[in-house]
């Protein structure tokens, strides 16, 4: 079973139904018991970094997350909540994430062109590094994922596993062991997105 978290700041529906479409059994939940006795866990996210984090730490499901993630249960973090898996953000300020993939979240406009419109929205191609990563194995070079964001993994060469071109090269997936993040969508990306989501079900 996997647990998608549920801490009021995620798209909650689409996740559940998108595993559901796969045969994969999961459920939405902010109960630290269910979260901990799932075989993995999904952080999702949209929003402010700031808010976000915030509500992980108020609640205690930054600690347990971070506890998880050390004993090794697969993790898969979304969009924001990729973002919240890097030691900290500059959004709005500085502020601390789980630090479970080093390096930090920077805004985009620092590295794209300045014509190009931001937040950047819609259909983008992944360029995956070698070896690719697992979640990926179902994919091909060039498939195409859902974005939106205006910040961007940074300084975290090391856990890239897939970049994006958008007037520059950002940063689309990242892999830390057994945590996973993916700054795109996978339940808004139709059939990719599905092959994705089964991937990262079949984790052993």
């Not at 999904?42 to 509500?55: M, N, R």
């Not at 498939?143 to 520059?168: E, K, L, Q």
């Not at 991937?199 to 052993?204: C, H, P, R, V, Y």
């Amino acid at each position: 079973m996997i647990a998608i978290v549920d801490y009021g700041v995620g798209n909650l529906f689409s996740l559940v139904s998108s595993l559901k479409l796969i045969g994969v059994d999961a459920v939405a939940t902010g109960d630290k018991a269910v979260i901990e006795s799932a075989d993995k866990i999904i952080l999702p996210g949209v929003g402010a970094f700031e808010d976000a984090a915030k509500k992980l730490n108020e609640s205690g499901l930054k600690d347990l997350l971070i506890k998880l993630a050390k004993e090794g249960k697969p993790i898969l973090g979304i969009c924001l909540g990729m973002q919240l898996l890097f030691e900290r953000s500059f959004e709005y300020g500085v502020h601390d994430g789980l630090g479970l993939i080093k390096g930090e979240i920077r805004p985009i406009k620092d590295v794209i062109t300045p014509s190009l419109k931001i937040p950047h929205i819609g259909w983008n191609s992944l360029s995956f590094r070698t070896p690719k990563s697992q979640i990926f194995k179902y994919l091909k070079e060039g498939d195409y994922v859902y974005f939106v964001h205006s910040y961007y993994g940074a300084n975290c060469s090391d856990s890239v596993t897939a970049t994006c071109d958008y007037g520059g090269t950002l940063t689309a997936a990242v892999e830390n062991g057994n945590v996973y993040g993916c700054q795109f969508h996978p339940e808004k990306s139709g059939e990719v997105g599905l092959k994705i989501l089964r991937a990262f079900s079949e984790i052993g």
